[in-house]
């Protein structure tokens, strides 16, 4: 490239993409980021108790997503802007200098063909000097080009860890998209691409609806965005990402000139910051595969639910699914050696217990309608964990997080505790549960898997 | 009918607003992929372009995999109403 050659580009087009850029930042960071918090506030007072905080691990998911593109923008669209404005400076200085340099030189001609020796040095140096100016432009240019290039590989390495240096833009689309999903839903690479490639808002929208088609229904939805994200460490992950996120809308709040480098450094700061308090508090294949160890632990024993956590993680190793057991942990052990055989035991027994629950339910004529309900609905609750918990025990069914998740949920519905939440709702429709399986329960007991399987229906979908 | 443990009526209302919000941010990924583009157009330096639509390209793919939770915690909250609804006899076993 000559000295003279104007760098390329159009810093207008650039400008007009910053100002898009922005106006999506603030869409997504705050407007998209305001809406989903206060519909996640109203779903956390009308959802059943027992279910509001797998809600609440979902939708923090999808909140801290939407604050954390928010800021991801703005740094990229900080890049485009600081790009464009030393492309524009390079631009004008490199045509002023070679317009000077082209008079000059003309000037020196003239002066050459007329012997004037001292006139023709001066041009001359007036030549250096535009050719030295031309070059200091295109170094400054050179030099942002490495600032801004660093920013965005920092953006990209950000959603694409690991990522090669020639990654293709689809590609990033591809792998940041996957990355970021819930383990449980599938993300169509193909609809990806095809929704990158062709940009239309339907094909995305496609993407996510063939997404939630392929994932776990119901409250599996919940369990599963629980299990991606560990609950217990929810709070404190949480309260380091709001306070790094206060120090970038402080910053933000009071309009910082992004031209003046202290200011974009401390911006970048503030962003970064916010950005590891997101990252740190990410949903981590190991937390996963610990959640799973200590959750299966129970029913399989520590050996094999450490065989079961590898399945489901085969690149961990034994200390990262194990993790540290803390002095309750161990105090624990005792308890835990025996839980593998009692969830041999107790499973079964739970599907006898809850069935004959929901017997005595149908058949007692001394209960009264909502307690007939509120047995029958705990016993075939009782009696579905039980089958389930005796499936996991004896390895029939893997150890997964949706099977811990429906376990969990019998357990909750079977000490009662949702049911006598809702009895005087339940008493209302308690008519049409008992009189939906009281026919089939009164002609035989083996009916009654029958009737478990209709109220399981109702209850879990 | 009262319900103690939780509210169809508003979960219903709640799952249309999150599936609302997540046509929504489907459209701003579709849209942030396109200034990717356009940024790669006006770039001049090949690198620069390269790296900036690689990267609003990422931050777009992270759009549309928070737009598969928002529409998840949509479908959960009306699994959760009909199940109400349906534990309570509200609607047909």
């Not at chain 1, 860890?161 to 293709?168: L, N, T």
Request: net charge positive; no cysteine; proline share 4%.
């Amino acid at each position: 490239m000559s000295t003279f050659t104007v760098p390329s580009g159009d810093p207008g087009a650039l400008r007009r993409v910053v100002t898009t850029v922005s106006t999506l930042a603030g869409t997504v960071g705050e407007t998209r980021s305001e809406r989903l918090r206060s519909l996640g506030t109203r779903a956390a007072s009308a959802l059943p108790a027992a279910r509001v905080a797998a809600f609440a691990g979902g939708r923090a998911d999808a909140g801290k997503a939407t604050d954390a593109v928010g800021l991801s923008l703005v740094t990229v669209g900080g890049a485009i802007a600081d790009w464009a404005a030393a492309l524009e400076e390079a631009q004008q200085a490199v045509r002023g200098a070679s317009s000077r340099h082209a008079h000059a030189q003309t000037l020196w001609r003239r002066a050459r063909s007329t012997g004037e020796a001292e006139l023709e040095r001066q041009y001359h140096q007036d030549m250096r000097d535009e050719t030295t100016a031309a070059d200091r432009a295109h170094g400054a240019l050179d030099e942002t080009r490495r600032r801004v290039v660093s920013t965005l590989r920092g953006e990209v390495d950000l959603w694409v860890p690991d990522a090669p240096s020639s990654i293709a833009p689809v590609t990033a689309w591809q792998r940041a998209a996957v990355g970021a999903a819930p383990t449980a839903f599938t993300l169509d690479p193909q609809a990806l691409w095809d929704a990158y490639k062709n940009p239309d808002t339907q094909l995305a929208k496609d993407v996510v609806t063939k997404a939630i088609k392929g994932a776990t229904k119901g409250y599996q939805v919940y369990g599963v965005l629980n299990y991606v994200r560990a609950p217990s460490l929810a709070t404190k992950a949480e309260s380091k990402f709001l306070e790094a996120r206060n120090v970038y809308q402080a910053l933000k709040g009071n309009a910082p000139d992004l031209s003046d480098p202290k200011v974009y450094k401390a911006y970048l700061k503030a962003e970064r910051g916010m950005l590891k308090a997101y990252v740190s508090n990410n949903p981590a294949e190991v937390r996963q595969a610990q959640w799973l160890f200590k959750r299966s632990r129970g029913l399989l024993g520590d050996m094999r639910a450490l065989e079961n956590a590898r399945r489901f993680h085969p690149g961990l190793s034994t200390p990262e699914i194990m993790g540290r057991a803390g002095r309750f942990d161990r105090l624990m052990r005792p308890v835990r050696a025996a839980t593998p055989v009692l969830s041999k035991v107790l499973g079964p027994l739970g599907v006898v217990g809850g069935t004959y629950d929901m017997y005595t339910a149908v058949t007692d004529p001394d209960l009264q309608t909502d307690d007939r309900a509120a047995r029958f609905v705990g016993g075939a609750a009782t009696a579905v964990g039980g089958a389930v918990t005796t499936a996991m025990a004896f390895g029939v069914i893997a150890t997964g997080p949706v099977g811990l998740t429906v376990v969990a949920v019998a357990g909750v519905v079977a000490v009662g505790a949702w049911v006598y939440e809702n009895r005087e709702a339940i008493a209302e429709g308690a008519k049409k549960v008992a009189g939906a399986v009281a026919d089939g329960a009164k002609k035989v007991g083996g009916a009654l898997a029958d009737g478990a399987k209709k109220v399981w229906k109702g209850l879990f979908g | 009918m009262g319900f103690a443990g939780g509210d169809p009526r508003e979960l219903q209302q709640v799952s249309t607003g999150l599936s609302t919000l997540s046509s929504h941010l489907a459209g701003d990924a579709t849209e942030i992929a396109r200034q990717g583009r356009s940024a790669a157009a006006h770039a001049g330096d090949p690198q620069v372009a390269d790296l900036a639509e690689t990267a609003l390209a990422a931050i777009g793919g992270v759009v549309v995999a928070t737009a598969a939770i928002v529409q998840g915690l949509s479908e959960g909250a009306t699994t959760a109403g009909t199940q109400l609804r349906r534990a309570t006899g509200q609607v047909p076993q």
